[in-house]
């Protein structure tokens, strides 16, 4: 497989340089990004001295200074190829336990999140981002919390917390739960680090070697990871436009006899898809009838207006099967990390006694800034003017995609992504962006196999710049070129 092709702009710190070595440090980088994988075949010669407008001694004295440095090995007849160090960190693919492991991707989850961490990664060239932009978001609302908390007293920051969690916060937090119709006391709520640690204390607990776990496929691509870490097997249930595809779904509980179902009932990521009522209370009596534990997962549950046609399976099975998940990450701040787990009174038990085991409590003092955030009053506004710009950006994001030659899974009427095929290799695509400056998310990243796809993730606030679009167009030209 060789390594796609792509104008990039040169690295901001090379003007000291020579051509020779700026190539080199170039294809390093890409390399220790992990970009250009071992045995992935570097662009040809000719290839490369066109792209980047150089001579072919220039690529010929680059290539050989890589390959003298261990980075890349020389093929008589064949080329240039990515070669494995020796002393080089493993792999850390994610790879689910399976009938088949999966190849290798091209991205993988950690070449992802590794970028997305990247303090230099810009938000508008970044429609692979899984949050919104910082402009979008409003800092005065946690600022203002800190300053009245640093008026009181620090003795009260001193302790260690409690295992469940700050409890005017749960308290608060029953109070929204009430809102959409669930019961839970404040001894049902348990505070954590955000979505992901919530989903890392479940697999402790309920997740054993061999066990099946039903994920979306396509779905949030961090749990893969910790279920298969567990010895889970992933079990993918597809998508339909219309939602999760329940007759998939009940001829697979057949078949498995799953542990638990883990599943986004509003606004699914990625597909923006929201369960009917119907259709939440055919997951529920499946879920009885093979006694699996249902994981509801709702992040981007604010991002709904209050009229939005979704429905919540924790407020029709009221926590007696379903284990809910909330979080503020999405909507205050990704850095704020304080999310909940609402369940049954004996599993807050367990969930709280292994958050105890894994890390003691989670840190008091950002929940005591989300309980001022809350009971200020202006959290509300501040939810209602990010549905508006989301509203505001949405159909120029569609028209843009489509007009580009992608085809929409669907247009959700909230929410922040669109699940769009490319038509193309999609890892192929977001490496080429990449090295155009932008970061895309594969669709193979959604697979619980990892699976190669033509499908991408788009985050609608982050699409507005134009030359997104243009790129889009050039590569897709360029593949169709080479096929025709």
């Not at 929201?274 to 509801?296: N, P």
């Not at 003092?365 to 989301?390: A, C, D, M, Q």
């Not at 669907?410 to 038509?423: E, I, K, N, Q, S």
Request: charged share 20%; proline share 6%.
């Amino acid at each position: 497989m060789s390594v796609p092709l792509a104008q990039i702009p040169a690295p901001h710190d090379t003007a000291s340089l020579t051509l020779v070595e700026q190539l080199v440090q170039w294809a390093r980088r890409r390399i220790e990004e992990r970009v250009f994988r071992p045995g992935m075949r570097m662009p040809s010669i000719r290839k490369l001295a066109l792209d980047k407008g150089v001579s072919r001694f220039t690529v010929v004295e680059a290539y050989e200074r890589l390959v003298a440095q261990g980075f890349l090995e020389s093929r008589r007849g064949s080329g240039f190829y990515v070669r494995e160090r020796l002393g080089a960190s493993a792999s850390t693919e994610i790879h689910p336990l399976t009938e088949a492991a999966p190849a290798p991707a091209t991205i993988d989850v950690v070449w992802l999140l590794r970028n997305m961490l990247h303090t230099g990664a810009r938000p508008e060239r970044s429609p692979g981002l899984g949050y919104l932009p910082a402009r979008w978001l409003d800092g005065d609302l946690i600022t203002n919390a800190l300053r009245t908390l640093g008026r009181q007293s620090g003795a009260q920051m001193l302790g260690i917390g409690t295992p469940l969690g700050f409890l005017p916060l749960r308290q608060q937090l029953q109070t929204r739960l009430e809102e959409l119709e669930i019961g839970a006391s404040p001894d049902q709520i348990v505070m954590v680090s955000g979505i992901t640690q919530a989903i890392d204390l479940i697999s402790r607990i309920y997740v054993k070697p061999g066990d099946a776990v039903i994920v979306g496929d396509p779905a949030w691509f961090q749990m893969f990871g910790r279920f298969a870490s567990q010895g889970a097997r992933l079990v993918g249930m597809p998508y339909t436009p219309d939602g999760p595809d329940l007759d998939a779904l009940e001829s697979l509980v057949q078949t498995w006899r799953p542990k638990m179902l883990v599943i986004n009932s509003v606004l699914q990521n990625p597909t923006g898809t929201s369960l009917t009522a119907a259709q939440a209370f055919r997951i529920l009596r499946l879920a009885e009838a093979y006694d699996f534990i249902v994981v509801e997962d709702d992040i981007y549950g604010d991002l709904c207006p209050p009229s939005y046609p979704g429905t919540r399976l924790a407020s029709l099975d009221q926590l007696k099967r379903v284990i809910y998940l909330g979080s503020f990450s999405k909507t205050l701040a990704p850095n704020l990390r304080v999310g909940f787990v609402a369940c049954a009174p004996e599993v807050a038990t367990a969930v709280s006694d292994q958050k105890m085991l894994v890390g003691m409590t989670s840190p008091e003092l950002n929940e005591r800034v989300l309980y001022k955030i809350l009971t200020e009053g202006h959290y509300r506004r501040h939810v209602e003017r990010l549905r508006v710009r989301l509203d505001g950006v949405r159909e120029k994001s569609v028209r843009m995609l489509e007009k580009t030659g992608l085809k929409l899974f669907l247009t959700p009427m909230a929410g922040m992504f669109l699940w769009a095929d490319t038509g193309v290799d999609a890892d192929a695509l977001a490496a080429a962006g990449h090295e155009a400056g932008f970061l895309l998310t594969p669709g193979s990243l959604f697979s619980p196999q990892q699976s190669s796809t033509t499908w991408m993730r788009f985050n609608i606030s982050n699409c507005g710049d134009p030359e997104l679009a243009t790129f889009l167009c050039r590569y897709l030209d360029s593949v169709a070129r080479r096929a025709s």
